[in-house]
């Protein structure tokens, strides 16, 4: 195995396409070094652009030549290239891990088996590029990554159940990440790791699996910038019987203009700790109740493995926010050791998947 691989990596988004060349160094002695990044682009995608495709699966042509011809006007050398990954999509549930992309993936991916959205084109261009290069293509970990125990995915009533959906691949590598630093194994620990950004998770990595999340996109656990978190049910019930709203109008409310938006008008998390910090007090007020609900779900999340917890990990964009962090962290310390990890790096943590199977640290798996 060569000491240092370049792979493509690419991130499909609803009004872009991001994409990077990066460098493993299977050799690296430190960790800072195993992954470098060579190239990387965000191509934005203008609302006349993508309207021209009456689904969002027949855009991954036209984003693979995006990338291709990017490349070539980069003077990046695609025959170096020796491994794509795509972001994960909206297949079927599956365990986390790595993936090579299959005909039976690429099925599900161009159906929108659990859903349309954007991701689902990371495994279809990926696939395209690497066939035309005679390489393998995967993805990892993708947001229906679904390990729940069965009593996790209880809800109080047999026509409904708890499904995961959450921020699986950030989650996921900086889980590992942070057992790497500590120089023990993902799989010895117990964690929870929030993923705070447009949309929050709360997840217990319970010896490299995660038992127990919040759906982090319909409504379930904090409210986010954009999106209402748990909401009263019957308070719910109401509105949709008012004849005051359509279920357009109702979905939004739950993903889009709930959260910050509802309150403050505005998603923008940077925006809302400048007010508070110049004296907004309503500002103040509805940081304070994101981070209040932050911290009561990971308070809660520690029961599901009985307190036993060896470290708590905050990430995704909010993790920024100096005092949104102290807020979250004041309520929560007398649980575990708290880390912080900000933002949300897709692209390294795609590497890191493909860096980690080749090192045989995780293996490659098959999807059916």
């Known amino acids: 195995m060569q000491e240092k ?10 009004t872009s396409t991001k994409f990077s060349v990066l460098e493993l160094n299977l050799q690296a002695k430190n960790n800072k070094d195993e992954i470098v990044s060579v190239f990387s682009k965000n191509v934005k995608h203008s609302l006349e652009e993508t309207q021209e ?8 042509k036209w984003r ?3 990338i291709l011809n990017t490349l070539k006007e980069n003077n990046i050398d695609l025959k170096k290239i020796k491994y794509v990954i795509g972001r994960g999509g909206l297949v079927k549930n599956i365990s986390s891990g790595i993936y090579k992309v299959n005909e039976a993936m690429k099925h599900d991916l161009l159906i929108g088996y659990a859903g349309e959205h954007a991701c689902n084109l990371g495994g279809l261009i990926a696939d395209e590029i690497a066939q035309s290069l005679q ?17 996790a995915k209880v809800s109080g009533h047999p026509l409904f159940i708890r499904r995961p959906i959450f921020h ?37 990595h319970n010896h490299g699996l995660v038992i127990d999340v919040n759906q982090a ?20 019930i109401k509105a949709c019987f008012s004849g005051k709203y359509t279920q357009n109008d109702l979905s939004k409310m739950v993903v889009g203009k709930g959260g910050y938006v509802a309150y403050l008008g505005t998603n923008d998390a940077l925006e809302i ?6 004296g907004d007090k309503e500002a103040d007020f509805y940081e304070s109740a994101m981070a209040y609900q932050i911290a009561k779900e990971i308070g809660a999340a520690s029961t599901v493995v009985e307190g ?14 100096k005092p949104f962090v102290e807020k979250i962290t004041k309520r929560i310390q007398h649980l575990a050791p708290i880390f912080s990890f900000p933002g949300e790096d897709e692209m390294n943590a795609l590497a890191f998947n493909v860096f980690l199977m080749l090192k045989g640290d995780i293996p490659l798996k098959e999807y059916k």
């Open 64 to 66: 693979k030549e995006i």
């Open 273 to 278: 700790e400048k007010r508070a910090k110049a």
């Open 135 to 151: 390489i393998d293509s995967f993805i990892a970990d993708p947001v229906v990554v679904d390990e729940m125990s069965d009593i």
């Open 217 to 236: 996109l319909n409504g379930d656990g904090p409210f986010s910038p954009e999106r209402s978190g748990s909401l009263p049910v019957i308070d719910v």
């Open 308 to 321: 036993k917890v060896d470290a708590i990990l905050l990430t995704g964009g909010l993790a920024y926010g």
């Open 53 to 60: 495709f009456k689904r969002i699966a027949d855009q991954y």
């Open 168 to 204: 699986a691949l950030n989650q996921k590598a900086i889980a590992r990440m942070y057992a790497r630093k500590v120089e023990k194994k993902y799989e010895e620990l117990n964690l929870i790791v929030a993923h705070m950004g447009g949309g929050i998770s709360i997840g217990v």
């Open 5 to 14: 691989i370049k792979i493509l990596a690419i991130n499909p988004g609803s």
